[in-house]
């Protein structure tokens, strides 16, 4: 919702004015800034990168921040290649060690290294620590800015250690205890903190921690902190030495991201990594074009295999009128067994070694969906067709919903077995190995009923 007085379309005219004189830059930094942060996002990542230079620069500094902090990490570079100022140098030096991090990767590397030699020496230690880590690795999106307690410590000295160092901490709503060597014994929350005896020894208020290797997978550590309900974890090294915390924010923003790479893979495309109105058309395009040669290339196996049964055409032309439908329910069948089996794997419900099972599954799941459909094409297809014809589309709809349903439930296991994302093996891939499989089937059976 849009603050009283503050005008959108306005701000865009001012914009995009030809000249923008001192009176106008003042006219237009007015304007800007009655405006709430999610319309001042919105018109960054809508903008080309010069006009959103400009917006940037005439926002007050704090509004920057939280505008800049708002944005992708890829209109974010984008922002920071356009401004090339002092204000810069401001917005590196305020952002947290893991947000500094993801930004660096997306910066032209002599960018990069220049930003992070200008960085305060404490604050390019630890955004260094970060890089450190594989780009994967949940350690890339730990803050090691984190606030812990000794675990010798009472409460009264907790609390003033959680006063001096608070402004400095990523969060203070669960504290991270530990003992010689920074090794973690346990958690405790500031609440209890707060209500707990002044004298009362942090240990015996800790919990056992909920923690993460810095070098585990980002997304599986992800979903186990959401899990959990958590609003922070710990990261710890193979020693179980505390490193960093890891926070209910950066948890979801890693869920999205992995959310939004599967959604596009499952469509046959890329993510396109910033707005969609802001992409170049080649960078839409190159986000698009890898998959679409590779779909076009697997459906020449369609056409060879129509070629191949081409007399058996020439016999029943009838044929010809059902293999789209054919074609298109073996691949729905397969893209909707692939996309709920990507899920299970994605939320931890199903495992590599289940695989029989899912097959199993998926062969029942299949028989039932082919034996209704089935029925329905035999008594529509016989009815205007003939018996005969009938019971080809009839057998043929049960055969390609056993097969597509066991494949779809396949795919994406092979995928995560061989470290594939199983996103990719599911609907382009699926659908094209279903349609020539498909069709292979259906002339199998024409030739055998019809006697061709």
Request: hydrophobic residues 50%; aromatic residues 4%.
């Amino acid at each position: 919702m849009s603050i009283p007085g503050a005008d959108i379309d306005t701000v865009l005219d001012l914009l995009r004015a030809p000249t923008h004189t001192e009176q106008e830059l003042e006219q237009l930094a007015l304007e800007a800034n009655l405006l709430p942060d999610s319309e001042l996002v919105y018109l960054v990542e809508s903008s080309p990168a010069t006009e959103a230079a400009l917006l940037f620069r005439v926002l007050g500094k704090d509004r920057a921040l939280d505008v800049f902090d708002a944005l992708s990490t890829g209109h974010q570079a984008e922002l920071i290649s356009a401004l090339r100022t002092q204000q810069v140098s401001d917005i590196i030096e305020a952002l947290d060690p893991d947000d500094r991090a993801s930004l660096l990767d997306e910066l032209p590397a002599s960018v990069a290294d220049r930003m992070l030699r200008g960085l305060d020496p404490a604050e390019r230690d630890m955004t260094a620590a970060v890089l450190g880590y594989p780009k994967n690795a949940i350690g890339r999106y730990m803050s090691p800015e984190v606030l812990f307690l000794p675990e010798d410590a009472v409460v009264s000295e907790a609390l003033d250690q959680v006063r001096a160092l608070a402004a400095q901490a990523e969060t203070i709503y669960l504290l991270p205890v530990v003992g010689e060597g920074r090794v973690l014994r346990g958690v405790v929350g500031l609440r209890r903190l707060l209500l707990s005896d002044p004298d009362t020894p942090v240990r015996e208020l800790m919990r056992p921690a909920v923690t993460a290797a810095a070098t585990e997978g980002r997304e599986e550590v992800s979903r186990r902190f959401f899990d959990a309900k958590l609003l922070a974890m710990p990261i710890v090294d193979g020693e179980d030495r505390l490193l960093g915390i890891l926070t209910v924010d950066d948890a979801a923003d890693i869920l999205e991201q992995e959310y939004d790479l599967d959604a596009a893979r499952t469509s046959g495309s890329e993510p396109l990594q910033m707005a969609y109105l802001s992409a170049s058309i080649l960078h839409v395009v190159r986000s698009r074009i890898v998959w679409l040669l590779v779909l076009a290339i697997s459906a020449i196996l369609t056409v060879q295999v129509l070629e191949i049964f081409e007399d058996r055409l020439d016999q029943v032309v009838v044929l010809a009128l059902f293999i789209p439908l054919l074609t298109g329910t073996g691949g729905n069948t397969g893209n909707q067994a692939a996309t709920t089996v990507t899920r299970a794997l994605a939320v931890g419900e199903v495992r590599v070694r289940d695989l029989p099972r899912v097959i199993w599954r998926e062969l029942r799941v299949g028989t039932v969906l082919g034996a209704v459909l089935g029925a329905l094409g035999f008594t529509i297809a016989g009815l205007v067709y003939g018996l005969a014809i009938g019971a080809v589309i009839g057998l043929t709809l049960l055969s390609i919903c056993i097969m597509a349903a066991m494949v779809g439930g396949l795919m994406p296991l092979i995928a995560k077995r061989v470290g594939a994302d199983p996103a990719v093996f599911s609907n382009p891939f699926i659908s094209t190995f279903c349609d020539a499989t498909g069709l292979i089937i259906y002339f199998t059976i024409a030739t055998a009923v019809l006697g061709l």
